[in-house]
Nanobody, 124 residues
Framework: QVQLVESGGGLVQAGGSLRLSCAAS????????MGWFRQGLGKERDIVAAISWDGDNTYYTDSVKGRFTISRDNAENTVYLQMDSLIPDDTAVYYC?????????????????WGQGTQVTVSS
């Protein structure tokens, strides 16, 4: 069982940066693939980025490549999403998710555990 709590969301102007954090409980954090998803108003929940259990493999959706960076600290049971050069289209609720280490997952259905979400709003 893994419990996840996101933090770091807020309101930022276009071009600005935010760093999201996701603190995980449980001793099996390092055995999980971690992902960040987002859901805009009236839209589906889509993957933003994912990272393997050891941090060696990462995935980014095309729209955030070169702007967002996912990382993890297994000693601190925390995964991060550094978001730079934010644009209004990045506005959404951002969710942290965990998937048992069966390989990278790219869809919401592949993840077993979810945080409550944190709002990110980018003004133009």
């Amino acid at each position: 069982q893994v419990q996840l709590v996101e933090s770091g969301g807020g309101l930022v102007q276009a071009g600005g940066s935010l760093r999201l954090s996701c603190a995980a409980s449980g001793r099996t954090f390092s055995r999980h693939v971690m992902g960040w998803f987002r859901q805009g108003l009236g839209k589906e929940r889509d993957i933003v980025a994912a990272i393997s259990w050891d941090g060696d493999n990462t995935y980014y959706t095309d729209s955030v490549k070169g702007r967002f960076t996912i990382s993890r600290d297994n000693a601190e049971n925390t995964v991060y999403l550094q978001m730079d050069s934010l644009i209004p289209d990045d506005t959404a609720v951002y969710y942290c998710a965990a998937r048992p280490n069966y390989g990278m997952g790219y869809d919401a259905v592949a993840y077993s555990y979810w945080g409550q979400g944190t709002q990110v709003t980018v003004s133009s």
